[in-house]
């Protein structure tokens, strides 16, 4: 949220909600998998599934929620289809987030809310 000078809170830019959905969206490893490897350049379904080592039918599900998201797209080329980040502020968004989390080191990862369980706690956390 933004400050005016005087320090009181002022309306967000974005509505929160909107925000809120894309960070849902890319909350999903698998989709962050594939978000990092198309900011290293285009590639077709049966490079994401070789590559990521994943079925064509996940890759395909993640490749339609973030092109319904506008994130990415895809270019023709015979019978395949290239796809490549629809946005450039992805690559500063990724670079930024991963900065983030080599600044807060372990922090994140631990997160009882959303990181991973520590060892010997499984079953704590959020349910």
């Known amino acids: 949220m933004a ?3 005087g320090g009181a809170a002022t ?8 925000a809120a959905a894309l ?27 070789s590559e990521l080592h994943l079925a064509q039918s996940t890759v395909s599900s993640h490749l339609a929620c973030l092109r319904d998201c506008a994130l990415i797209d895809s270019r023709p080329e015979g019978r395949a289809s290239w796809y490549f980040l629809a946005r450039p502020e992805l690559l500063e968004l990724l670079s930024a987030a991963e900065g983030l989390l080599a600044a807060t080191g372990e922090a994140v990862e631990l997160c009882p809310n959303y990181g991973r369980p520590a060892a010997g706690t499984e079953n704590e956390g959020i349910a």
């Open 23 to 49: 960070f849902r969206g890319l909350a999903d490893p698998t989709r962050l998998a594939i978000m990092r490897r198309l900011a290293a350049g285009e590639a077709r379904v049966v490079d994401l599934c």
């Open 3 to 5: 400050m005016n000078s």
């Open 11 to 18: 309306e967000p830019r974005v509505e929160l909600g909107a």
